[in-house]
Antibody, heavy 112, light 112 residues
Framework: EVYLVESGGGLVQPGGSLRLSCAASRFMFSDYRLSWVRQAPGKGLEWVGCINKDASEIDYVDSVKGRFTIFRDNAKSLLYLQMNNLRVEDTAVYYC?????WGQGTLVAVSS | VVMTQSPLSLSLTLGQPASISCRSNQSLLSSDGNTYLHWFQQRPGQSPRRLIDKVSNRDSRVPDRFSGSGSGTDFTLRISRVEADDVGVYYCMQETHWPPYTFGQGTKLEIK
């Protein structure tokens, strides 16, 4: 069975930073375009951004452009989401996603 | 691309059929001939999982009670006979016109 395990979430003040990680196992990591998808408490799903197999194409939803950065380490089967200048509205569970596989999510809470 | 689901909630008895509509404000037919409209299920307390890939292709381990259909801007997810295990929220998502990938608002299915 494929495992995608996110980590790095937590409570941070507005304007702060966090880096999320996603560790993949039993999975051809380097063959997949990967996304981050978030879900605010009690709300629906929102695509945050994605990175292609060799990191040559990276895209973001407008609301996080300039603040969030996605990168990957194919040798270690790791995906990252660097989040800077966090806002209250970034509060959500963040999922690491390959569309046919989803992680369990990690909660990011932005609050003063 | 805006994805609009209806209804936003469904309350059904066990064994009844279910039908969820998803409409887009642009055709989802890609220039490569594929239609990148997918369906996801999120059971309470769980991560989402993909049910249907590209309109009508059931993912592995998805019961054949689930089926997808549609074309252009109009799509439907059907459950032939609702079971207790089907409780949750269902999302459609388009991948044709990205970035961004966009989800519908979600349809909550509950059992009476």
């Amino acid at each position: 069975e494929v495992y995608l395990v996110e980590s790095g979430g937590g409570l941070v003040q507005p304007g702060g930073s966090l880096r999320l990680s996603c560790a993949a196992s039993r999975f051809m990591f380097s063959d997949y375009r990967l996304s981050w998808v978030r879900q605010a408490p009690g709300k629906g799903l929102e695509w945050v951004g994605c990175i292609n197999k060799d990191a040559s194409e990276i895209d973001y939803v407008d609301s996080v452009k300039g603040r969030f950065t996605i990168f990957r380490d194919n040798a270690k089967s790791l995906l990252y989401l660097q989040m800077n200048n966090l806002r209250v509205e970034d509060t959500a569970v963040y999922y690491c996603v390959a569309w046919d596989y989803w992680g369990q999510g990690t909660l990011v809470a932005v609050s003063s | 691309v805006v994805m609009t689901q209806s209804p936003l909630s469904l309350s059904l008895t066990l064994g009844q059929p279910a039908s969820i509509s998803c409409r887009s404000n642009q055709s989802l037919l890609s220039s490569d001939g594929n239609t990148y409209l997918h369906w996801f299920q999120q059971r309470p307390g769980q991560s989402p999982r993909r049910l249907i890939d590209k309109v009508s292709n059931r993912d592995s381990r998805v019961p054949d009670r689930f089926s997808g259909s549609g074309s252009g801007t109009d799509f439907t997810l059907r459950i032939s006979r609702v079971e207790a295990d089907d409780v949750g929220v269902y999302y459609c998502m388009q991948e044709t016109h990205w970035p961004p990938y966009t989800f519908g608002q979600g349809t909550k299915l509950e059992i009476k």
